[in-house]
């Protein structure tokens, strides 16, 4: 079965700002390396002021300019693909200590392995495109000011894949952003190693209040189910996804009506998030396949 690259949302934004259209200054292998690592991002609260008081629900990373093919070339497995977010220090004050650099506790969005099918990461573009997201498991919810975000992983077994970065030189390393790593999937005691921020793409749904839910009530039945599974509301639902437990997406359906049938009889049993998009944003909800 193949898998689609994107996610459902309703605001996207690319840091450093000055990088969204623009391709980066250097390359970086953390994200898709092929050995442990722990990658921690710094992120000012101006990079991502559009984003607060939403849904942080998945970030994506580029290939670099030279990329010549589309990555990997079969599906890529990453073992413990854990992901952190929550409130950090400013950049300017970040130190290469990955603890001192949260401000209370971090948010685990995602764990378990990532796997990155066939070709999910485009080449060919000046700047490539973000075409591969890693979904959170968690939404997390961005009050705004400064953010952290820390990326855990064993690596993969096949080819690694550098990605587009800013190195260390660029305006705002260091004041509106910066990086940190270390070669273990832990964090570490020892001191870590500055070096270059990977260009990331953050995307976002809107928080629905109460009124908002009521207003888009709706009826998911059965659940848990066999083989249909169906949908229905009071207002015109634009767009389902469903996400296995990696956060794969293995289902995107245009609806623009009412109501509608899934059949999930080809998944295997286990469970699933149902995002439900409508006028009002998108809400996700566990469904169980028996």
């Known amino acids: 079965m193949g898998f689609a690259q994107s996610t459902l949302f309703d605001a996207q934004k690319v840091v450093p700002s000055n990088y ?5 200054t250097n390359q970086f292998q953390g994200p898709f390396a092929n050995t442990q690592i722990t990658y921690q991002l710094v992120i000012a609260a101006s990079e991502l002021a559009p984003l607060a008081g939403k849904n942080l629900v998945a970030i994506s990373f580029r290939s670099p300019e030279n990329a010549v093919a589309a990555w990997p070339s079969s599906d890529a497995t990453f073992i413990n693909y854990d992901m952190y977010l929550g409130n950090a220090v400013s950049p300017e004050n970040s130190v290469p200590y990955f603890a001192l ?3 209370g506790l971090i948010t685990q969005v995602r764990s378990g392995n990532l796997v990155v099918p066939s070709n999910a990461v485009t080449s060919g573009s000046n700047p490539n495109s973000f075409s591969f997201d890693i979904n959170f498991l968690t939404p997390y919810y961005y009050a705004g000011g400064n953010l952290l975000v820390e990326i855990r992983h064993f690596g ?4 690694p894949r550098r990605v587009d970065a800013v190195n260390t030189q660029v305006t705002g390393y ?53 083989d249909q599974l169906q949908v229905k509301s009071n207002l015109v639902i634009n767009r389902l996804q469903m996400l296995n437990m990696l956060g794969q ?12 049938v899934l059949d ?16 009002i944003g998108i809400s996700t909800h566990k469904v169980i396949k028996k």
């Open 101 to 103: 650099n949260a401000i």
């Open 156 to 159: 993969t077994l096949g080819t």
């Open 249 to 260: 997406q293995i289902l995107m359906q245009e609806i623009n009506q009412h109501s509608a």
């Open 264 to 279: 999930v009889s080809v998944f295997q049993p286990g469970t699933y998030f149902l995002l439900i998009e409508n006028e």
């Open 174 to 226: 260091g004041t509106l952003f910066k990086a940190y790593w270390y070669p273990s999937n832990t964090t570490s005691i020892n001191p870590a190693f500055e070096d270059s921020f990977s260009v990331v793409n953050f995307k976002a749904t809107n928080v629905l209040d109460i009124s908002d839910v009521k207003k888009g009530e709706f009826m998911i039945f059965p659940n848990p189910s066999n």
């Open 20 to 24: 969204a259209t623009v391709t980066g």
